[in-house]
């Protein structure tokens, strides 16, 4: 009996040894080889990512330059510039100037500050007023700087100043300065008989340049921005610092290379054209060190489940009376396993195609000319149920085990719990029976997971593929996908995003227009039909000049509508209230309208028009409300409140406030504003002793004369006048 347990026992060992001592040898096989592979497209999509970063970048300042280069042969310029004293009373030129000197629409979100130097007149004006140039509080150190700008030969150039302490530093914004520092553009003109006649600056603002570094962050890129030998925009100081350790050395080509503090970069660099910045872009190595180490701590898994299986084996062999169900047990067990491992497989993309159609020949497992990644979340916060990633995957993994059959037979292979995502792979014949497959599977899905566990559900859908050894690109679209901000919500708070085809993206042949669509959204937003009708028109007209057509010309349409639908979600309007049982068909329905005609009237008339309409109901019900709650706000601001402040803080767009106030009040939003000033100006000359300056700096004007004039242009005297008369 002894001689036969031990045995056994050996019999299992050398078992057990024969399943460990491979799968040892294939983890760090499999290590070596992911971490030769990651290197070599790390490195690619780094140099690719540099590129863009360059390009973004460039195409903004080039932007800035080419446009206060073509503004200096404005007339609002010329204007500035022929003015021999400070021109504080003339209002509409100067407000004209300001405008100008901020930027167009597209480019006063990267403008922080000016400075228009009249350095023939003796004059300054930037944001904070207008000022002589003998009356400035540091008059030193602008008269240095033109001294400076004399000596350079360049009329239009970038100037580093970011090592500078502008006046305007910290929180108190004291008036009566010129800001220097940061970031400038500098542009100045100079006539030989008279030497510089103007200097203007134009300070950048970096915060919002940081912010088309965030794409590239949330993909594990960090970028760094310098200008001349100075930090412009970093977003690890890590990377920046080896960077430049190693830029002392000399010339620093994209590779390898380790920080001060011992760590170690992959560095792509580029420089700038004629902008003088150099672009670095890198990733840390260690993340992607660390990605190889599942394939060990995979190994060692496998070796533990077959150490376990092998010890079932066991006692299933001495428990004989049930051999034959055990057996099968196991079988049947195995078999999903190794599907779901199969599929697990391949959305890590480490299997070729040899490998994949083995496997598929092995198990029986069907082929398809086409396929489709379908992921899913439940949405817990929206029920109110913060929980742990934990019982989130328990939670995913039991509606996977419990889907309806007639919904399971229509899986590739089997569905898994990959990255806290539910993944289902649909395959068909062509792309479009996969496309209703999908579009059916979706359905069935959705209506079961809210019915059975009451969670609304967000879904990511990936692009049709035809290889398998595409699935893990189409897990990564799925992810994106599932993670989008801009999910189109039903009535049951179930979500879709099809994932975009960031290819589509590229500058040089987009045919889709975002500033257009903002226009558009803007005009639905504002229930203004004749407007949106004429931006739907331009929009259209322009994809049939450009020729979109087939999955191109479906994906604009898709996302067009898309950005419309969410504006009624963003008031709280289900679509169903708006279009019936025909919310399901809107964006199906539209991509298979040709015609440039038939398509805008499509549009308008199924879906812009009745958005509107629910829009204006809904608001009209509200629009008492909305004056009161206006008024209150200028009220406890002091007249100190800009319309759009109103609008973000009331959800509202500005030019349905002034529509509203207009129709309640029969006045304007300046005109309550104006009015609200005027009464504290009269308390305040008629109950105070406070002087003409000193209420005007507590009404938050920036120039005495400004109030005089405002207070003289609505009541018919000056300040003075009517506190002398009242009193008496």
């Known amino acids: 009996m002894k001689k036969r347990v031990k045995f056994e026992n050996r019999l299992f060992l050398q078992f057990l040894l024969l399943v460990t001592v491979p799968l040892i040898v294939m983890g760090i096989v499999s290590y070596d080889i992911y971490i030769k ?14 590129e863009s970063v360059a390009n973004e970048y460039e195409n903004v300042f080039s932007s800035i330059r080419e446009y206060y280069l073509d503004s200096t042969g404005s007339t609002s310029v010329k204007w500035l510039v022929n003015q021999q004293e400070v021109p504080y009373s003339k209002y509409k030129e100067l407000r004209q100037a300001q405008n100008l000197l901020q930027g167009n629409y597209f480019l006063s979100k990267y403008i922080s500050f000016y400075n228009f130097v009249n350095v023939k007149e003796g004059w300054v004006l ?83 340049l940081s912010r088309l570094s965030e794409p590239y962050q949330k993909m594990g890129y960090d970028v760094t921005v310098l200008s001349g030998k100075k930090v412009l925009m970093e977003t690890n100081q890590g990377l920046t610092e080896t960077y430049l350790k190693a830029a002392e050395k000399g010339t620093l080509k994209s590779g390898i290379y380790t920080s001060p503090g011992g760590k170690k970069y992959r560095l792509s660099v580029k420089e700038s054209g004629g902008n003088n910045l150099t672009y670095i872009t890198g990733m840390d190595m260690d993340k992607m060190n660390r990605g190889g180490i599942p394939y060990v701590l995979a190994s060692a898994a496998i070796i533990a489940v077959f150490g376990i299986l ?10 004989f009376s049930k051999p034959v169900l055990m ?45 489709r990644l379908i992921a899913i979340a439940c949405k817990f916060e929206e029920k109110g149920e913060p929980l742990p990633q934990e019982e989130k995957d328990r939670i995913n993994k039991e509606i ?37 497959k999908t579009a059916l599977v979706y359905k069935q899905i959705k209506d079961h997971v809210v019915d059975q566990y009451g969670y609304p559900v967000a879904f990511g859908i990936s692009r049709t593929f035809h290889n398998l050894t595409h699935a ?31 290819s589509l993206m590229d500058p040089a042949g987009n045919i889709y227009d975002k500033i257009m669509e903002d226009e558009l959204s803007g005009a639905v937003d504002s229930c203004n039909e004749e407007e949106a009708r004429r931006f739907l028109e331009l929009i259209v007209g322009r994809m049939e000049v450009k020729g979109a057509s087939g999955m191109e010309r479906t994906y604009y349409v898709t996302r067009l509508l898309t950005a419309i639908l969410e504006i009624p979600a963003k008031a709280s309007i289900s679509l169903s209230d708006i279009f019936g049982n025909e919310q399901y068909n809107v964006l199906t329905k539209a991509a298979n309208v040709y015609g440039q ?26 629009a008492s409300d909305i004056v009161k709650e206006v008024t209150r706000m200028i009220k406890e601001s002091g007249g100190n409140i800009s319309l759009n402040e109103c609008a973000e803080t009331l959800s509202y767009h500005p030019n349905y406030i002034s529509r509203v106030l207009k129709k309640e009040k029969g006045i304007s939003f300046t ?31 920036n120039n005495v004369q400004n109030f005089i004039r405002f207070f003289k242009n609505q009541i018919g005297t000056t300040p003075s006048a009517y506190r002398k008369e009242h009193k008496e």
């Not at 092998?310 to 428990?319: E, K, N, P, Q, T």
């Not at 189109?488 to 995003?497: I, P, Q």
């Open 671 to 701: 005109d309550l504003i104006n009015e609200e000033k005027l009464k504290i100006a009269k308390y305040m000359l008629l109950t105070t002793t406070d002087s003409i300056a000193v209420i005007s700096t507590k009404l938050n004007y």
């Open 597 to 622: 005609k038939e398509l805008v009237s499509y549009m308008m008339d199924e879906i812009l028009s009745p958005v509107m309409n629910v829009l204006m109901e809904s608001r009209q019900a509200s």
């Open 310 to 319: 092998l010890v079932g084996l066991r006692f299933a062999a001495v428990a």
């Open 327 to 371: 057996l099968q047990k196991f079988a049947d067990d195995q078999n999903v396993q190794i599907k779901e491992l199969f599929l697990t497989n391949l959305l890590k993309g480490e299997l070729n195609m040899e490998k994949i159609q083995e496997t598929m020949k092995k198990y029986e497992m069907e082929s398809w000319n086409s396929y």
């Open 400 to 436: 996977i085990l419990h889907l309806p059959d007639y919904v399971k037979e229509a899986f590739f292979v089997s569905a898994v719990l990959y990255n806290h995502m539910a993944l289902f792979m649909i395959g068909e014949n062509d792309d479009v029976e996969v496309d209703n």
């Open 126 to 208: 930037n944001k904070y007023g207008m000022y002589s140039i003998k009356d400035l509080k540091n008059k030193k150190e602008l008269e240095q700087f033109i001294g400076q700008q004399k000596d350079v030969l360049l009329s239009l150039y970038w100037l580093n100043r970011t090592d500078v302490i502008g006046p305007y530093h910290g929180t108190v914004k004291e008036s009566g300065f010129v800001d220097l520092s940061g970031e400038l553009l500098v542009v100045k003109e100079e006539y030989s008989s008279v030497g510089m006649v103007y200097l203007l600056t134009v300070r950048l603002n970096t915060d919002q």
């Open 472 to 502: 893990g690109r189409a897990c990564e679209e799925c992810s994106e996908a599932l993670h989008s901000k801009n999910h189109d919500r039903n009535e049951n708070g179930a979500s879709l995003v099809l994932y975009d085809d960031y």
């Open 37 to 50: 592979g990651e290197t070599a497209k790390s490195r690619q999509a780094l140099e690719s990512y540099c």
